[in-house]
């Protein structure tokens, strides 16, 4: 089995540090890719340090992978060596229950194959992410990436993307309707710009002042600071729709009421502890709270080609796989406009 070039977890709340992995022998479905750019997402630090709990170590983190198609095996007919392509947080599913075959992998009722922290479907093997130099995934699995999109831009789409475009779509985001996107992060931002491009009236809700500007460059009606300014009372009932991006703990039931009568409020956010959430937050008015999870491969490939569409990638900043750590700390201090992507040659160096 080739040996690859990784940066990875040792064990839970470790730092990252140089590791070697193994990755399989393509078999006749598989693609073989060179990993060009992977995004860091706040997912990556809750998994690294275990906060979610049972995770498998050593980990290799890493669920936004974009790169290039080096080898195909025999049975390929979607990809061909050179395409650029990506990789978001599942490698496979049971392909066989209904949601599967709804195009809802992400539901599988027999346990899907997340890209890291997870097995493959034999259950034993365990899976790495897209902070290494290369991956072997089922052609099923692997994404398009359109021409016209910048590839280390892109990466982020693979789950900040797909977390944030697909509760806009079930809410049914459609032209003037009024959206909240709260939390301005690497998913906040990328709901700002999604809820834009659909035509809807976008309110940032944000505890830094200091991301005003930015909430206006990225498309953005309006912005509330949350954290004074009695904004809560400003724009109570106002909202159509809201998306909850918050990574720690925070009020949901202020948050509700700023919902219109029927109007919804999807989480993606998901940070580690459980919250309060009273009755009649959801009661008065008929209020929805529902939760979001990435998104199935059809819809992740409906949300890469309408990116390239409207000229959509993410604001990153481009680091090497040395710098890390150091990522890490400034995503937890909200100090990233508005996602690192690693730049993989770093890897090769
Ligand atoms: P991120 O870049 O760190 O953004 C999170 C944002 O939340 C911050 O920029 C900040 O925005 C706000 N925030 C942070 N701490 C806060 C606090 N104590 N109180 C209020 N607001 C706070 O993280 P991300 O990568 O976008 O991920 C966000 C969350 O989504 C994480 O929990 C991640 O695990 C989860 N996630 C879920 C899915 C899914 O499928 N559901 C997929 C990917 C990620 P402001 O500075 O604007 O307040
Ligand atoms: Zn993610
Ligand atoms: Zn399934």
Not at 81 to 96: E, F, I, K, P, Y
Not at 175 to 203: F, P, Q, S, W
Not at 285 to 290: A, E, I, M, P
Request: proline residues 6%.
């Amino acid at each position: 089995m080739p040996t690859i070039h990784a940066f990875g977890v040792p064990a839970a709340g470790k730092p990252l540090a140089p590791l070697t992995i193994e990755r399989r022998e393509p078999g006749p479905h598989d693609v073989v890719i060179e990993i060009l750019y992977c995004g860091v997402c706040h997912s990556d630090i809750h998994q690294a340090r275990d906060e979610w709990g049972g995770g498998i170590f050593p980990m290799v983190p890493g669920h936004e992978i974009v790169g290039r198609v080096v080898r195909v095996g025999s049975a390929v007919s979607k990809f061909t060596a050179g395409n650029l392509v990506g990789v978001g947080c599942l490698v496979d599913s049971c392909r066989t229950c209904a949601p599967c075959k709804a195009g809802l992998e992400q539901f599988c009722e027999n346990g899907w194959s997340g890209t890291y922290n997870g097995t493959e479907m034999d259950r034993k093997t365990p899976t790495y992410g897209g902070y290494s130099t290369q991956i072997v995934v089922d052609e099923a699995f692997t994404l398009r990436v359109p021409d016209g999109l910048d590839p280390a831009g892109a990466a982020p789409l693979l789950c900040a993307g797909i977390t944030t475009y697909s509760p806009l779509r079930q809410m049914g985001c459609k032209a003037g309707d009024r959206v909240g996107v709260v939390g301005l992060g690497g998913l906040g931002h990328m709901a700002v710009k999604l809820a834009v491009a659909m035509g809807a009236e976008v309110t940032v809700l944000s505890t830094s002042r200091a991301k005003e500007a930015d909430a206006r460059r990225l498309g953005a009606h309006h912005f509330a600071l949350t954290t004074g300014d009695g904004a809560f009372e400003k724009l109570r009932g106002k909202l159509d729709m809201i998306v909850d991006t918050v990574s720690a703990p925070h009020d949901y039931n202020a948050y509700l009421g700023l919902l219109r009568a029927r109007g919804a409020m999807t989480l993606v956010g998901a940070p580690p502890s459980a919250m309060p959430v009273s009755p009649f937050a959801l009661i008065m008015g008929g209020r929805r709270l529902v939760g979001s999870l990435i998104g199935g491969l059809p819809e992740t490939q409906e949300m890469l080609d309408h990116c390239a569409k409207h000229g959509i990638v993410s604001d990153i900043e481009v680091i090497k796989i040395q710098q890390i750590n150091e990522a890490y700390e400034r995503v937890l201090k909200s100090d990233v406009r508005y996602r690192f992507v690693i730049d993989v040659a770093s890897l090769r160096g």
